[in-house]
């Protein structure tokens, strides 16, 4: 199995949505970006946490797709 590296950041997840993908443990997190490399904190990403390396999609990582939150009342 081939992993990628993850990170989360409220603020994207609220705007765009997030993913749950499975980690090598079995567990599972929510995330809003990937990459390849670890390249820690990007400039302009306020808030965002290395959540560390999951399961990439093409080896069945993904658990759930990309969907936002919806308002609650």
Do not use: C
């Amino acid at each position: 199995m081939t992993t990628i590296h993850a990170w989360f950041s409220s603020h994207s997840a609220l705007r765009h949505g997030s993913m749950v993908y499975r980690k090598l443990d079995g567990s599972t997190v929510k995330i809003t970006r990937m990459n390849l490399q670890k390249d820690g904190k990007r400039l302009g990403r306020v808030g965002e946490t290395y959540v560390g390396e999951v399961i990439r999609t093409e080896d069945g990582g993904a658990v759930q797709p990309e969907r936002r939150a919806t308002a609650s009342s």
